[in-house]
C-alpha cells in the first residue's frame, strides 16, 4: 500500500490575471469508483475521496474560477467583465488544500459564475451545473439539487441546439442526460421525448448501456403515463 497522500498541490498560472497560485490535485490510484446513479453520477467508495471537489481551480489573487474543460481564450471583452464582477470585489481567499462539500460548492458555483462572464460553452456550464447538484444531492439538500438539475438541464439543451457537443461528448449522452434530469425534474413528457431520441439513435452509436438505460426509463415513464 502506497503511503504517498491522497491529494497533492500543483503550482498554476492564472490565465485572467497571470499570477501563480497553488490548487489541489487527487492522485488516480485514490479514486475508487463503484457505480453510478441513473443520471451518471460517479459512486464512490464510502469514507474515501472524491474527486469532484478538486476540478475546480480557484485562483487567490484574482478570484477567477476554471476547470479543465475551459477554453484558453477570453473573447474580446470579457478579461474586463471578469475584473469588474469578479476580481474587484475578490477578497484573497485560499481554495487549496482539503476540500469540505461547502467549500466544493462554493468553487463551482464559483466557475459558474466565471464560466458565464466569459461566455464558455454551454456544454461546460452544464457540467459544472450537473457536478454542483451531485454534490448537494450527497448532502441531502434536495431543493438545492434541483435547482442546479434545472440549470444542468437548460444549458444542456441550449449545447445540443447550438453547439457541436460531439467534440466534447457524445449526442447520446447529452440526449440521454436531457432526459433523465428531466425525469428527475419531473418533466415526464419531456424526458420521454428525449429518451425516444436515444432510441432511434441507437443504431449510430456504440455506447449501448446507455441506450439500454433510456430504454428502461423510457418503459417506466411510459407505464406511469398509463397510470395517471
Not at 485560499?94 to 461547502?102: C, I, L, Q
Not at 451545473?129 to 437548460?154: C, H, P, Q, V
Not at 433510456?214 to 395517471?228: F, I, N, P, S
Request: aromatic content about 10%.
Amino acid at each position: 500500500m502506497s503511503d504517498a497522500p491522497l491529494i497533492y498541490h500543483k503550482m498554476m498560472k492564472c490565465p485572467h490575471c497571470q499570477q501563480s497560485f497553488s490548487t489541489t490535485k487527487v492522485r488516480k490510484s485514490a479514486v475508487k469508483v463503484i457505480g453510478q446513479d441513473t443520471d451518471l453520477k460517479p459512486l464512490y467508495e464510502a469514507g474515501g475521496i472524491n474527486p469532484l471537489f478538486y476540478n475546480v481551480h480557484v485562483c487567490m489573487h484574482c478570484g477567477y474560477s476554471f476547470t479543465e474543460d475551459f477554453t484558453s481564450y477570453f473573447a474580446p471583452g470579457t478579461a474586463e467583465v471578469l475584473k469588474a464582477s469578479v476580481s474587484d470585489h475578490w477578497v484573497e481567499q485560499d481554495f487549496s488544500g482539503e476540500r469540505s462539500p461547502a467549500k466544493a460548492i462554493k468553487s463551482y458555483k464559483l466557475a459558474l459564475y466565471s464560466g458565464v462572464l466569459k461566455k464558455e460553452e454551454h456544454l461546460t456550464l452544464a457540467g459544472l451545473a450537473l457536478r454542483t447538484a451531485w454534490i448537494y444531492r450527497d448532502m441531502g439538500r434536495n431543493k438545492e439539487e434541483k435547482r442546479f438539475l434545472s440549470i444542468a438541464a437548460r444549458e444542456y439543451e441550449e449545447a445540443f441546439s447550438v453547439e457541436d457537443v460531439a467534440q466534447k461528448m457524445s449526442e447520446i449522452k447529452v440526449l440521454y442526460l436531457l432526459g433523465e434530469l428531466n425525469r428527475k425534474l419531473g418533466r415526464t413528457e419531456k424526458a420521454v421525448s428525449y429518451f425516444s431520441k436515444v432510441i432511434e439513435r441507437q443504431r449510430q452509436s456504440n455506447e449501448k448501456q446507455i441506450v439500454e438505460m433510456a430504454r428502461d426509463r423510457w418503459h417506466e415513464l411510459r407505464e406511469q403515463m398509463k397510470t395517471t
